[in-house]
């Protein structure tokens, strides 16, 4: 068995419900024949990480380390890893681990994130029983084919803006891949904030027309500098006439309740669809017709896979796509986590650990 560097992890965990996280520290799992260990230079900060430190959802066993953006140095490998060596610079997402075999429907269909054996950054059982811890912490241990290599062009200068790429960024490109998504169709962003001002830039540069959603006004400029070709505020009934029938795809990254889904129906050119990117507080009630006499559908997307991942990294480098962020050294991180829930972040929060990045 492989020794690796990091006999002990020191992280930032949760010890209960709350927006607090203190020093923590785990013996992590043995390094397994296809797994790599991580040394952690950036972590993002996604809003899955407040909803499970502060409990919104049902099943967080504390003490819990949070963390699904993250990008560090490989420090060692498993027997049996042949595409990644040490020192690489890798990405790695919300999944670390799905079981890959012949008979998995999923995972032979590229859809590992929804494999029955999936275990994510945090939270989650492996299946030998030991427990994922994540990002806000000095290393990690995942499954190689979790680890994606950051493009040159962003690891060399760039590398901080990497992390909201391994959560937000793949959670918008995936789904824009696997519906289709093509030059010159009218794709609708509503939500613009973490997901959404990446979405954008996504769709821009893949020759769509963008149109993007927001009731704050001030984000206009900003929306129109990422790529957009047309700003539409949500708060002006007479600017959302001009989307009657128009879109052939909207994306819908925010989860607030007030999400008018049945206005969002009226967007939508005939065979369209609504691609829900965040999860909505309570429930969404459609009348059948509209689904039968318009051709719309609705659907969800869940991160992205191995099959993806690296397309997103290869992509954004191409297309020159980086997220907007503000930085934290790690020390701070409950200021950091603040300042991510009360909103006023733009658009994503990355923390950086004091370790040398060459």
């Known amino acids: 068995m492989v020794q690796g560097k990091f006999d002990i992890i020191h992280g930032w965990a949760a010890m209960k419900p709350g927006l607090k996280v203190e020093p923590w520290s785990y013996e992590p799992r043995p390094i397994g024949p296809h797994d790599v260990e991580i040394e952690i230079m950036h972590c993002g900060i996604c809003g899955t990480d407040l909803h499970s430190i502060k409990a919104d959802w049902e099943g967080v066993n504390y003490p819990v380390i949070v963390g699904h953006e993250i990008v560090g140095r490989v420090v060692t490998k498993g027997e ?4 990644l060596v040490e020192n690489d610079i890798v990405g790695v997402g919300g999944q670390i681990y799905s079981c890959q075999h012949d008979d998995c429907s999923e995972c032979n269909r590229g859809l590992d994130s929804y494999c029955s054996k999936a275990v994510y950054a945090f939270n989650t059982k492996y299946p030998d029983g030991g427990r994922s811890q994540g990002g806000y912490a000095s290393a990690i241990r ?6 994606f290599k950051i493009p040159d062009a962003i690891a060399n200068g760039y590398l901080e803006y990497a992390p909201p790429l391994m959560c937000a960024g793949v959670t918008t490109f995936a789904p824009m891949i696997r519906k289709g998504v ?14 959404g001002h990446l979405a954008i830039q996504f769709a821009h540069a893949l020759g769509t027309e963008v149109y993007a959603f927001s009731h704050s006004q001030n984000k206009k400029q900003q929306c129109l500098n990422l790529g957009a070709s047309y700003f ?9 006439k001009s989307v009657h029938h128009k879109l052939n795809y909207l994306f819908v990254t925010s989860s607030s309740e007030s999400n008018q889904y049945n206005k969002y129906m009226s967007w939508m050119d005939f065979g369209g669809t609504i691609v829900l990117l965040a999860l909505p507080a309570g429930k969404m009630s459609f009348a059948p017709a ?6 719309i559908a609705v659907t969800g997307s869940l991160m992205g896979g191995i099959d993806v991942l690296q397309k997103t990294l290869d992509f954004a480098a191409k297309h020159n796509i ?16 603040l300042h991510v829930d009360s909103g006023k972040v733009r658009y ?9 990045e060459n």
């Open 80 to 83: 049996n890893v042949t595409r």
């Open 348 to 356: 994503r929060a990355v923390l950086d650990n004091p370790v040398t």
């Open 182 to 195: 093509k030059k010159g169709d009218k794709v609708g962003i509503v939500g613009i904030g973490g997901l």
């Open 322 to 337: 980086r997220p907007i962020i503000e930085r934290f050294p790690m020390e701070k991180i409950n200021e950091a986590l």
């Open 290 to 295: 509209e689904f039968v006499y318009s051709g």
């Open 142 to 147: 995942v499954d190689a084919n979790y680890a």
């Open 232 to 240: 539409i505020n949500t708060s002006d009934e007479e600017n959302l």
